[in-house]
């Protein structure tokens, strides 16, 4: 499977935590780059770096966890920023994310089919997209969104 690194809090908004408050989970990933065709899931990664947590004002989880990987997400579908902003090129479907609080693109990667682990995995993250043994992934998942 491959991994992602994405610092915190947004590897965590992705992936939930207990009691999260509703309305604030991570349901599109901004890179500069589209994701390849046939990604399907995703390992989300929490960096080490807290640069990021400066720039967020809302929850965090008691226990935010760095250097780990912390769940899974499928790669639904993928968008331009400027499809999005033109509702009326979007589906039914996908016109949710011209409202969604993270979608700022450049490419919007719509992600879905998340899950939560209960115990992160201790790992060094990469640049881009990176493979990571699916064994170590295999009985590690704890259901949050479908």
């Not at 065709?37 to 935010?64: E, F, N, Y």
Request: net charge positive; aromatic share 10%; proline share 9%.
């Amino acid at each position: 499977m491959y991994a992602l690194t994405i610092q915190q809090p947004y590897a965590s908004l992705i992936v939930g935590w207990p009691n999260m408050p509703a309305g604030i989970r991570k349901r599109v990933e901004n890179r500069s780059w589209r994701p390849p065709r046939d990604l399907g899931a995703l390992a989300i990664h929490a960096g080490k770096s807290r640069t990021w947590l400066a720039t967020w004002d809302g929850p965090v989880p008691p226990q935010m966890p760095f250097g780990c990987i912390v769940g899974t997400a499928a790669v639904l579908a993928c968008f331009p920023i400027e499809s999005i902003r033109d509702a009326r090129a979007m589906s039914y479907r996908w016109r949710w994310l011209a409202r969604h609080m993270h979608a700022h693109g450049p490419y919007c990667w719509v992600l879905g089919a998340v899950h939560r682990f209960e115990d992160p995995i201790p790992m060094v993250g990469k640049q881009g997209l990176w493979k990571v043994d699916d064994a170590l992934l295999t009985g590690k998942r704890l259901r949050v969104e479908g």
